[in-house]
């Protein structure tokens, strides 16, 4: 026996569906969906109420005539290094890549049902369920396994990760955090002051959290910023507090800025604080800071390795609207749509060559050594390391009507006006999808990147991804809703070199040293020291993978 019901979207589009009294409303679901030309949404009865997927009709009194609504949610997109997962439209999470950086979550995946949103760490994710729960899996080293607090984690307002630890913040205001503890993982020592938190930010090794009343709570490495003792009695009234690899910066209400952490890597303001005044947003490098002040100029910090030495530029550095930070250079687009650049001239400081062009910028996206900007006609210029997406000459008759940049760590995928997608940099490290490229990337709505690979979702709500493959999930990735949550921060893109994109397999080296297999390096963060020539390191190497632990 059957019943027919109608079924509606929130645009308006129904349809006239028939469900069996003895299937579930999983069954019925799916119907709808395909009648409406949807992905994977949740059916709601008339006053609202979720519907359980499991549940059979007949028992959820459902009757002849009866109207639905189904609710379609985006797709919202999360990335470790080396792995994806997907929230998809019913709330259920699809993950792909490095099994052991998140790409395997078979052991969780009943668990994984009405998922809100997701955060990761270098290795792991957490998921945040309906309910306010959390669920992790991955490398359980990198906060992959919260076993040990998985009964505090209730009521779960937002997530906060570094590279290899997570922190929760409840609804009353206190958290709970768990992974290694040299990373944040361990917040035992200041636990009775972390009460009404508000915001947590996040270093590699460490946490700050802002109070309701302005102040803040770090934990942590100590001298890589999760000792704040120093300028405690300072930080008050914080707004805002960003971070580079091991050092913060808080701005104060009244404008001043207070740094602690890492001197090398800008925890030490103290050559330029008298300076600080009326600061309106800071950026940061792996080991540096540059913040604009109202007046349009700027004042940077850290090492000048990374970007703190701006006085070859500093006359330039007028009306500044937005800076953009590679792994150790900055790029600021100046209030006439011209381009100031400074720090390690190989990162992109150095754009003396595409000067001339660059006018009318719009926007700039940066991978670990390279920037690309969009031009207000939609032509792109890029400049910095070829191999990490400085040159894009062998695509530049392509890139027009250009809507949105993304990036990996080595290369760069622009999405055109008609959907399509241009792709250029590093070929192992996302910059050549010509393995997809046939016929699949149409009516891209949005690009996700890791460090070594992208994930696009199409117009039909499809995802594909490259380099490597989505295959063994890709029945799961077809007619999802096509709205991607970027993570514009993405802290650990300049933390490896790999031949194999999803790194499933290979020899990890921390390196802390100026050459490897007798060929030059040079540092991109903390303890992370890069092969000048991608190339030179494939064939040297035998498919070893440089990166930082």
């Known amino acids: 026996m059957s019943i027919t019901v109608e079924v509606f979207l929130l645009s308006g589009k129904t349809a006239t569906v028939q469900a069996g009294l003895d299937e579930t409303v999983d069954k019925l679901t799916q119907r709808a969906q395909i009648a409406l030309g949807v992905g994977k949404g949740r059916l709601l009865d008339s006053s609202g109420v979720v519907l359980d997927g499991c549940a059979e009709t007949k028992n959820c009194k459902l009757r002849n005539g009866d109207s639905l609504t189904l609710h379609v949610n985006g797709v919202q997109m999360q990335s470790t290094d080396f792995a994806f997962a997907a929230i998809l439209g019913d709330g259920s999470v699809v993950t792909w890549g490095g099994a052991d950086s998140g ?200 090492d000048d390795e990374f970007g703190a030495d701006s006085r070859t530029v500093q006359g330039q550095l007028r009306n500044v609207q937005q800076i953009q930070a590679s792994g150790s250079a900055f790029a600021a687009i100046l209030g006439d749509g011209t381009v100031v650049t400074w720090g390690d001239a190989d990162c992109g400081a150095e754009s003396s060559a595409v000067q001339g062009q660059l006018k009318n910028v719009q926007q700039i996206q940066a991978s670990s050594a390279a920037f690309a900007a969009i031009l207000g006609d939609g032509s792109v210029v890029t400049w910095g390391l070829a191999g990490y997406g400085g040159d894009s000459s062998a695509v530049q008759g392509q890139l027009k009507n250009v809507q949105q940049i993304q990036a990996s760590t080595y290369a760069f995928a622009a999405v055109m006006g008609d959907g399509l997608v241009v792709i250029w940099g590093s070929a192992d490290c996302g910059g050549d999808s010509s393995a997809v490229q046939q016929g699949q990337l149409k009516n891209v709505q949005q690009i996700q990147a890791s460090t070594y690979a992208f994930a696009a979702v199409m117009g039909d709500g499809s995802v594909v991804t490259w380099p490597g493959a989505s295959g063994a999930v890709q029945d799961q990735l077809q007619f999802v809703a096509a709205a991607v949550q970027q993570d514009t921060t993405s802290k650990y893109k300049q933390l490896s070199l790999s031949r194999n994109a999803l790194g499933d397999e290979g020899i990890t080296y921390s390196l802390h040293c100026s050459s490897f297999l007798g060929l030059p390096c040079r540092r991109l963060g903390w303890g992370v020291w890069c092969v000048v020539s991608v190339a030179e390191f494939l064939a040297s190497s035998q498919g070893y993978r440089l990166g930082a632990l």
Do not use: E, P
């Not at 993982?185 to 915001?199: E, H, I, R, T, Y």
């Not at 009343?213 to 960003?242: E, P």
């Open 103 to 302: 790409g395997d979550s078979r052991a969780v995946q009943g668990q994984l049902k009405h998922v809100q949103q997701i955060q990761a760490s270098s290795k792991a994710f957490a998921a945040i369920l309906s309910n306010s729960t959390i669920v992790t899996w991955g490398d359980a080293g990198h906060g992959g396994d919260s076993s040990a607090v998985q009964g505090q984690l209730k009521n779960v307002r937002q997530i906060q990760a570094s590279s290899a630890a997570f922190a929760a913040i409840l609804g009353d205001g206190s958290v709970v955090t768990w992974g290694l503890a040299g990373y944040g993982g361990d917040s035992s020592a200041v636990q009775g002051q972390l009460k009404n938190v508000q915001q947590i930010q996040a270093s590699m090794f460490a946490f700050a959290a802002i109070l309701v009343d302005g102040s803040v709570v770090t934990w942590g490495l100590a001298g890589y910023s999760g000792d704040s003792g120093a300028v405690q009695g300072r930080l008050k009234n914080v707004l805002q507090i960003q971070a580079s690899d091991a050092a913060f910066a808080a701005i104060l209400a009244d404008g001043s800025v207070v740094t602690w952490g890492s001197a090398a890597y800008g925890g030490d303001s103290s050559a330029v604080q008298g300076q600080l005044s009326h600061v309106q947003q800071i950026q940061a490098t792996g080991g540096a800071y540059a913040a604009i002040l109202d007046d349009g100029s700027v004042v940077t910090w850290g």
